[in-house]
């Protein structure tokens, strides 16, 4: 049984930083892409950044560009996303997400989801 587990959400302050880990099992870690999503109240499940499994080329949505970094330890089975600089639109339930496809920025390219952690950035 393939799991996620997502950790490291909490509640900072504006310009804070948080470190978001995901630990996989049941599956062979380092053939997959990770992802990381997030979800605001009322709104859709959006793309925040991914990392292939082969070379480790990552992405990142616009906004986050400069101030979120994703990385992976195929020897632990872990994705982080490293948050620095943090606004009030950063708000929302963090998820990370394995997969096998291409497209990497939209949910269909992912196998298997976290149950989430939330972050909340208060002003």
């Known amino acids: 049984q393939v799991r996620l587990v997502e950790s490291g959400g909490g509640l900072v302050q504006v310009g804070g930083s948080l470190r978001l880990s995901c630990v996989a099992s049941g599956l062979t870690f380092s053939t997959y892409s990770l992802g990381w999503f997030r979800q605001a109240p009322g709104k859709q499940r959006e793309f925040v950044a991914a990392?292939?499994?082969?070379?480790?080329?990552?992405y990142y949505t616009d906004s986050v560009k400069g101030r979120f970094t994703i990385s992976r330890d195929n020897a632990k089975d872990t994705v982080a996303l490293q948050m620095n600089s943090l606004k009030p639109e950063d708000t929302a339930v963090y998820y990370c997400?394995?997969?096998?496809?291409?497209?990497?920025?939209?949910?269909?390219?992912?196998?298997?989801w976290g149950q989430g952690t939330q972050v909340t950035v208060s002003s």
């Open positions: 990392i292939r499994w082969s070379a480790g080329i990552t």
């Open positions: 997400a394995a997969g096998l496809a291409t497209n990497l920025r939209t949910p269909p390219g992912y196998n298997y």
